[in-house]
């Protein structure tokens, strides 16, 4: 699938989660709670170019030039994708845990407690949804129904995105920071020799247990409508 192609199905992804999401009740979530927006945000080399190519010019260099003049020298690197966990889980094995250090650094392009890049943001930010207000508690608060959700949409995301990578927001777009870079990657030659990217795996199947399959299905009906061609 060209990238073309792939980027209109993130688009198409993004769309149907956000339309789930105005379907829930009891969301704390508001604009300028911002306690959750840290440096430890995850996202595909595909969403990474998404954001990068709906920005302008001018707002690209400065916005690339923010990250390389204030890298979190703690920032959150995955050791593992969504994909390759849920094989581990087919296996039988145990999820590995990956230590994220909650040290209170800030996302980097906040901008008086809101986002800077709203629109733009990748799925690791739209997922992260709370039933209450993460300031007050320390931590948010997802139901394992919403956790299944979002779940399935970073394996769809991930398996879309082959054979790209995955990594903290910090390093992929520097990774793609450059127009050499970006073109390379719509020629099928993602930055994966860029620190902190590991690659992307095809989805074995969706992590959707037998109490949500039901639930599952007009959603999952939905995310497929744009995917077929």
Not at 38 to 49: D, H, K, M, Q, Y
Not at 103 to 129: E, I, K, Q, V, W
Request: net charge negative; hydrophobic share 35%; charged share 25%.
């Amino acid at each position: 699938m060209r990238v073309a192609r792939r980027l209109a199905v993130l688009e198409h992804l993004y769309g149907v989660y956000d339309r789930f999401c105005g379907r829930l009740d009891g969301l704390a979530c508001r604009k300028f709670c911002d306690a959750c927006c840290s440096r430890n945000v995850t996202l595909t080399t595909l969403e990474g170019l998404h954001l990068l190519q709906g920005l302008t010019a001018e707002r690209r260099e400065s916005c690339l030039a923010t990250l390389a003049g204030d890298l979190g020298p703690n920032r959150f690197r995955p050791r593992y994708t969504t994909n390759q966990i849920a094989v581990l889980c087919r296996e039988g094995h145990e999820p590995p845990g990956d230590a994220v250090d909650h040290d209170g650094s800030r996302c980097p392009f906040l901008a008086d407690a809101a986002c800077a890049l709203y629109p733009l943001r990748p799925f690791g930010c739209r997922c992260m949804l709370s039933r209450h207000p993460c300031g007050e508690q320390g931590y948010a608060a997802l139901d394992d129904w919403l956790l299944t959700v979002n779940t399935v949409f970073l394996q769809t995301i991930e398996h879309l995105d082959r054979p790209g990578g995955f990594g903290n927001l910090e390093d992929v777009l520097l990774a793609l920071g450059s127009e050499d870079r970006r073109a390379a990657y719509r020629e099928g030659q993602p930055p994966l020799d860029a620190a902190g990217l590991i690659p992307n795996q095809p989805a074995p199947m969706l992590m959707v247990p037998p109490e949500h399959q039901d639930r599952m299905r007009p959603l999952l009906a939905e995310m497929q409508q744009g995917m077929a061609g």
